[in-house]
């Protein structure tokens, strides 16, 4: 089981924002690019944004200009902060590695609720 946790999670007005955070194990966490991932109702997963350790941001076209994503490496964090949301938007959010491939090798956590009502 990868050792991460989600959080930050809800319920939001179409328009608003939230901020979402990952705690990562320090092993895990530690020199490797980061990623948000979201996985909608009756679809798949996908990837949201990739973050190199030196903060390097690859977003989505999708989130593009809407969502920012960050990371505390001498915490092992992960935030996105996620703003002008869209019902569209709705689906669990996972942090995970930067890297889909090596993210499915590691597993998935919990993930955490988004909710974007119209």
């Known amino acids: 089981q990868v050792q991460l946790a989600e959080s930050g999670g809800g319920l939001v007005q179409s328009g608003g924002s939230l901020r979402l955070s990952c705690a990562f194990s320090p092993s895990l966490f530690s020199g490797k690019a980061m990623g948000w991932y979201r996985q909608a109702p009756g679809k798949q997963r996908e990837l949201v944004v990739s973050?190199?350790?030196?903060?390097?941001?690859d977003y989505e076209d999708f989130v593009e200009g809407r969502f920012t994503a960050s990371r505390d490496n001498a915490n092992s964090t992960l935030y996105l902060q996620m703003g002008s949301l869209r019902p569209e938007d709705t689906a669990v959010y996972y942090c995970?590695?930067?890297?889909?491939?090596?993210?499915?090798?590691w597993g998935w956590g919990q993930g955490t609720q988004v909710t974007v009502s119209s």
């Open positions: 973050i190199t350790t030196s903060g390097r941001t």
């Open positions: 995970n590695h930067g890297n889909p491939y090596r993210a499915n090798s």
